[in-house]
């Protein structure tokens, strides 16, 4: 390769004789509360779509990486500054998605327990809040842009990676009983299980503590903790 000759290249090259399309991410920060799966979203105050539900996002910054942008959203959006969980969901990039312009928008999932969770509604939004993803998705409510598409794709990757990954733990401290635990993996597979299935599946992934805790009017229940230690799949 003739470096010179590479940076005589570089040096004209014109960028602006070329159409580009905006890079976004949209997030879909998710948690459980009141035994529901529940999605952060905002309400727009501007157009398109003013008024509308819509995924929290932002455009990506030329010097920014795509999972810097997805942070950045989150902490502008969220208010969560700790370790978060994240994972690149799907691009969409249908032409006509955007009504303002050509928009290829990267999706990313977040999932954190309810009370690490800060909302604070971010610029051009009337305010934020958590819905219910299921009635989102099965409900008639008009969802801004593609967003419903994006849920339903999100919702389809939860229940598949609960079978075969340790995902639900994302859903809980640091501490947690057993009842608890499945209680989540129920919520997420959409169905009941057997409690001594449960435990065999999950033996290797937990570790006993000495403490307990009484849950309502139920006898108490062990503490467990996470085997950091443990093959962990995610």
Known sequence: MDKNR????????????????????????????????KVLMIERSEMPFQGMPALPGVFVGV????????LRGIR????????????????????????RTRVISVSYMALLPFEKIHIKAGK????AG??????????????????KEILRYARERIRNKTEYTCMPFHFVGEEFTLPKL???????????????????????????????????AHRPSRIYVRNREARNIF
């Open 63 to 70: 010097d920014e990486t795509l999972d810097e942008a997805a």
């Open 182 to 216: 499945q209680k989540i993996y129920e919520i997420l597979l959409g169905k009941s299980l057997y409690k001594a299935n449960f435990r065999k599946k999950i033996k290797e992934f937990v570790l006993e503590t000495d403490k307990m805790e009484t849950e309502g």
């Open 6 to 37: 590479e940076e005589a290249f570089l040096s004209e090259y014109r960028s602006d004789i070329y159409e580009k399309p905006c890079v976004a991410v949209d997030f879909l920060l998710i948690t459980i509360e009141n035994d529901k799966l």
């Open 130 to 147: 958590f819905y219910d993803l299921e009635d989102i998705i099965q409900g008639d409510k008009k969802i801004a842009f593609d967003h």
């Open 124 to 127: 051009r939004v009337l305010r």
């Open 76 to 99: 502008e959006e969220a208010g969560v500054m700790d370790e978060v969980y994240l994972e690149q969901l799907y691009t969409w990039g249908a032409i006509d998605r955007d009504p």
